[in-house]
């Protein structure tokens, strides 16, 4: 296996590519069983939106990983425009979704700030290293994809579980 080469990461991507949208699909679940409860709170509907980009950025960039046969420049262009757009869009959602009363500073910090800036960092960084040949490539995206799913996941908890306390 190697760093540069997209087919050597098919698996990968085609597996977190599945659990991204199984879990896209479980977030719409949980945001229509409580909808009303979301829409009681100012910041919750930014931060279901934060989620699905969460899941959607997951999905996206692990298919541009599958693409069969695409020149390596196109692939490392393409994860450094999602990284930078996509995430600059999370951030600014983020930012005008803004802090709920039962979270601190540094429960902001580290379950809805630090997601995003590993994922889309993480995959902004494994295009230009796979652009420049050198640096890790695509080993970046495994970070990059946790993150995003992970941040997912603690948010779709939150709009699930914890919004019923």
Sequence with gaps: MTAYSAAD??????TAATAAATLAG????AVSINLQRILQY???PGRAGETLIFFAFALIVTLLV????????????ELVAAG???????????????QSSEESRAGRLATRITPILVSFGGVTVAGITLLAGGGGGLYWLVPGVLAAIVGGLGNTWVLL???LR
């Design 9 to 14: 990461w098919t698996g990968f991507a085609a």
């Design 66 to 77: 599958i693409v069969p046969g695409q020149p390596r420049p196109v692939l490392a262009w």
């Design 26 to 29: 479980l977030l719409f679940v």
């Design 84 to 98: 930078l757009l996509i995430g600059a869009t999370a951030l600014l959602i983020d930012l005008k979704s803004g």
């Design 161 to 163: 579980v914890e919004i």
């Design 42 to 44: 100012p910041n919750l």
